[in-house]
């Protein structure tokens, strides 16, 4: 998405890249890519996606859905697929601003790609908060869902992040008001050698959609060892986001941390998380 000719080429790097598959076979990438560090002097940054129409052997030039300069930053960006009308696109991301907001922002395209809409936001959770790792799903209902990890306090060292969600039932013109999932009461992780901490997924939910419309979750957790070190939660809706199961530990081997989960779900039911 960000090199090559185009309004990729005016960025140094990209990274934060997100793929997705419509039902016509039409594939669309996303990234960020940015120029400088996060909203220091003579930095800028967009939101980039582009279109393959072949399977991947041709792209299109990036288009941008958003650029910034000094003042804010786009950031872990996510884009799906509607999985009942290859003509809707979404997506999704949150954007930091030098004065504490950190709202999550979405465009979508109506018409297979020709065309984006300007990008809005469609969750803001106010002064001093954020949200992160936000990801659409689609269920087979058509409507769809918009899980993230909000982050409140972010000034403050006393901060608390919950996994919530929002709704829509117009493929993505009007969206509901937060619907909370559980507390993400992640601990972080380390490197068991050298006590180095790594950068993990702590703050980055993922979610699929299984056959009859069951929205899985799953994140890394400290909860099962009171804050000892983090595991992998796992919760279900069973009603299109509205309700969720307590969260559960799905990692084998408790001892030992578990961070940075991804989920799938097979059109059996199977729930595969690695």
């Known amino acids: 998405c960000a090199t090559g000719s185009g309004a990729g080429a005016a960025y140094a790097r990209a990274s934060d890249p997100w793929v997705t598959i419509a039902p016509d076979g039409s594939a669309y990438a996303i990234a960020i890519s940015f120029t400088g560090n996060l909203l220091q002097p003579g930095s800028k940054g967009a939101v980039l996606v582009s279109r393959s129409g072949n399977g991947g ?105 919950r996994i919530r969600l929002i709704r829509s039932t117009d493929q993505g013109a009007t969206w509901s008001a937060p619907v909370s ?10 490197d068991p050698e050298t006590g180095q901490v790594i950068r993990a997924g702590a703050g980055l939910p993922a979610a699929a959609v299984g056959p009859g419309g069951e929205i899985v979750v799953v994140w890394q957790d400290g909860r099962f060892s009171n804050g000892q070190r983090d595991a992998i939660a796992l919760s279900i809706s069973s009603d299109g986001g509205l309700h969720w199961s307590a969260p559960v530990r799905i990692n084998s081997t408790p001892a030992a941390p578990a961070f940075t989960p991804s989920v799938a779900v097979l059109a059996d039911g199977t729930i595969g998380v690695s």
């Open 57 to 161: 052997a041709n792209w299109s030039d990036p288009v941008v859905l958003l650029a910034d300069g000094t003042t804010a930053f786009s950031d872990k960006e996510s884009i799906t697929a509607d999985a009942n009308d290859s003509h809707f696109v979404y997506a999704v991301w949150d954007r930091l601003t030098d004065n504490d907001l950190g709202p999550t922002w979405f465009s979508r395209t109506t018409d297979g790609g020709t065309s984006w809409e300007a990008a809005r936001v469609i969750y803001d959770p106010g002064t001093d908060n954020q949200t992160i790792g936000n990801e659409i799903v689609s269920l087979p209902d058509g409507s769809i869902v918009d899980l993230f990890d909000e982050i409140d306090g972010t000034s403050g060292n006393s901060a608390t992040s």
């Open 181 to 190: 999932v559980a507390t993400n009461r992640a601990v972080g992780t380390k």
